[in-house]
């Protein structure tokens, strides 16, 4: 098995496992800012619009990296801006669910583990890029932030093919975090009417 699998698997693997945990949390906590609607509707209303700007992204980055990962240095589009930028959108998405939750502990837990955790998983990434590409990605990497998007270094081509069966499959994950406010109001909807109890009142 190749080093780069194991990251791989490693990385799904820690993901799923704080999600599943995250998940039981949210299932019997309610939040406290409930008492002021305004704050807890402002908190899902921005929580709902960094899903939409994270699922688009997603979306965004799937239609240059799908199929062409492990073949072709792709620079252009989402990834002139950003050496990751899969992975910024991801840490939006997943700060606009945290949100959703109408909490500020939540997004902020999201926010810190991911900023801790991931620079390892790009480092990992991005030593086998050089193996692969050579002085090309070594240009790049001097040119392309890591992570931050820099929108100045913006190009993209004027036709790019995409390759529809890949990107087909991709969209179910690139849409994760949509799902995931659906099950966040489906929980909301049993705490309201009493099917979940609620042990934990979070800020």
């Excluded at 305004?38 to 992204?57: D, M, Q, R, T, W």
């Excluded at 050496?83 to 502990?105: C, D, H, K, Q, W």
């Excluded at 081509?157 to 990107?167: A, C, G, H, M, S």
Aim: aromatic fraction near 14%.
């Amino acid at each position: 098995m190749s080093s780069h699998s194991i990251v791989e698997k490693t990385r799904i693997l820690i993901t799923r496992i704080f999600a599943v945990i995250l998940l039981i949390i949210i299932i019997f906590s309610s939040s406290a800012w409930e008492r002021i609607s305004f704050v807890s509707n402002l908190f899902f209303l921005i929580g709902c619009i960094l899903v939409g700007i994270a699922s688009l992204g997603r979306l965004w980055c799937s239609l240059y990296i799908g199929g062409y990962k492990n073949t072709t240095l792709v620079t252009s589009g989402p990834y002139s801006i950003s050496r990751n930028p899969l992975y910024f959108f991801s840490m939006i998405g997943g700060a606009g669910v945290g949100l959703a939750t109408e909490t500020l502990l939540i997004p902020s837990v999201i926010v810190i583990l991911f900023l801790v955790y991931y620079p390892s998983v790009i480092r990992s990434e991005e030593r086998r890029l050089l193996c692969l590409h050579g002085e090309r990605f070594e240009a790049y990497r001097r040119n392309t932030p890591a992570f931050f998007p820099k929108l100045s270094l913006f190009h993209e081509p004027e036709t790019y093919t995409v390759k529809p069966r890949i990107l087909k499959r991709d969209m179910f994950r690139d849409l994760m975090f949509i799902w995931v406010m659906g099950i966040l109001e489906i929980i909301e909807a049993f705490h309201e009417t009493g099917v979940l109890p609620i042990y934990l009142r979070i800020y």
